[in-house]
């Protein structure tokens, strides 16, 4: 989806130096909290990704 491609980007732009990722806009969630473990998840693959 839009939200891994876009932190993907950000990623491998910035990467060798101290990144910071934080969930800024929480209006998307959409009174869903499943979708903030999701976001969690997706953060933490692509990390995996860039730095493994």
Do not use: F, H
């Not at 990144?19 to 995996?48: C, F, H, L, Q, S």
């Amino acid at each position: 989806g839009q939200v891994r491609k876009k932190l993907r980007e950000a990623l491998e732009i910035t990467k060798g130096c101290v990144v910071e990722v934080i969930m800024k806009d929480n209006n998307t969630i959409g009174k869903n909290p499943e979708n903030v473990i999701n976001w969690v998840r997706i953060a933490k693959e692509e990390i995996n990704k860039i730095y493994s």
